[in-house]
């Protein structure tokens, strides 16, 4: 699949699924360098957003392909934005839902940031028997290279 660069602090693939309709949607294009405007605005005037368009993650197979480039977009803006944070960390479906990505009702989302050097997040899925399962478990790593 390919990346998408343009305005992103973390690589995301620029195919989610979107939002099923019955007819042909003609996609705006994407916004140019240097000019902001997103398909889908994210709130408060937010320089960037966590997907360009609005996208509905049906199952658990959706959420283990899409969410991670999702989710790493929001951590990157958690280290730089104390508001998004603070949203996010009060109500991680809720902020996500703001920015157009929508989660299947078994999905729960954790954001842990007391007692660790670097906020996480985790992912799990509420089954109908037995407890739920972790899904995902996400961190910023910092690197460097020569």
């Not at 078994?106 to 799990?124: C, K, L, N, Q, T």
């Amino acid at each position: 699949m390919k990346f998408s660069m343009s305005r992103a602090l973390v690589p995301f693939l620029s195919l989610l699924p979107r939002r099923p309709s019955r007819e042909v949607e003609v996609l705006p294009p994407l916004p140019e360098a240097g000019r902001s405007g997103w398909s889908n605005a994210p709130p408060e005037g937010a320089g960037f957003g966590l997907v360009r368009q609005e996208t509905h993650l049906r199952d658990t197979d959706q959420v283990k392909q899409f969410l991670p480039d999702i989710l790493g977009r929001a951590l990157a803006r958690i280290w730089i934005d104390r508001s998004f944070r603070e949203r996010f960390a009060e109500d991680p479906i809720g902020t996500m839902a703001e920015y157009n990505v929508f989660l299947p009702e078994s999905i729960d989302v954790e954001f842990v940031a007391d007692g660790v050097s670097r906020p996480r997040i985790v992912v799990y899925e509420r089954r109908l028997a037995g407890p739920r399962r972790r899904l995902l478990y996400l961190h910023l790593v910092m690197m460097a290279g020569t």
